[in-house]
Structure formats: C-alpha cells, structure tokens
Nanobody, 126 residues
C-alpha cells in the first residue's frame, strides 16, 4: 500500500509556471501507474496526465494540458512531478496525484485509482 503526499501548489500569475510534487511512501512506485487529476470549483474532476512510473516514456496527457504540462519522476526519491507552464485562470483547481498498481497495457485517465493524495491548491490570478 502506498501513501501519496502532494506539494508545490500556490498562487501564480497568468503565464507563469509551477511544479507540483507527489511523494510516495510505504511502497516503491515502481509497480504503479501514477496520475494527476484536478478539480476546479463547481466542475467534475478531470484527469490530466498519467504514466507508468517505471517508464517515463509512457506519459499521456489530456488535450487541455498537452504541450504545457510535463509529468516526470525521480526514481531515487519515489516522487512524481507535474511541471505546469503557461498557466491561465482556467488551470485554477485542486490538483491531486493518484496511483494504481500496474496492469494491462498502460495507464489510463479513465481507470480507477485506489490511492490518492489529499490535493494541493493551484490558483492562477493576477
């Protein structure tokens, strides 16, 4: 069983950047899919990126963040990152990381994830 803790959220001006971190504890993430989700006020939760932790080349992005966000990992620190660039007000949300044990062909943002962090607030405003 893995515990996930996010950090790195905050207030940023439009056009700015932030990097979120998601540290895994209790288990190596090597055998997990890892994903980032976000939920804006009054909206449903949206999956934005996922990858197989052991294979960063497997990264997948939803269209709304493609080209602006990058998911990556630090294997030694058992941590997943989300680099967010060119942020706009529409990116304001609570961002959460999630993990699920690897199965099948690759990660999906539609699959269920069993392990979740508590989330970190990202606010884009001038």
């Amino acid at each position: 069983q893995v515990q996930l803790v996010e950090s790195g959220g905050g207030l940023v001006q439009p056009g700015g950047s932030l990097r979120l971190s998601c540290a895994g504890a209790g288990s190596t993430l090597d055998y997990y899919f890892v994903a980032w989700f976000r939920q804006a006020p009054g909206k449903e939760r949206e999956g934005i990126s996922c990858m197989t932790f052991s294979d960063p080349r497997s990264a997948f992005y939803t269209d709304s963040v493609k080209g602006r966000y990058t998911i990556s990992r630090d294997k030694n620190n058992n941590t997943v990152y989300l680099q967010m660039n060119s942020l706009g007000p529409a990116d304001t949300a609570i961002y959460s990381c999630a993990a699920e044990q690897v199965y099948g062909m690759g990660c999906s943002l539609r699959q269920p994830y069993d392990y979740w962090g508590t989330g970190t607030q990202v606010t884009v405003s001038s």
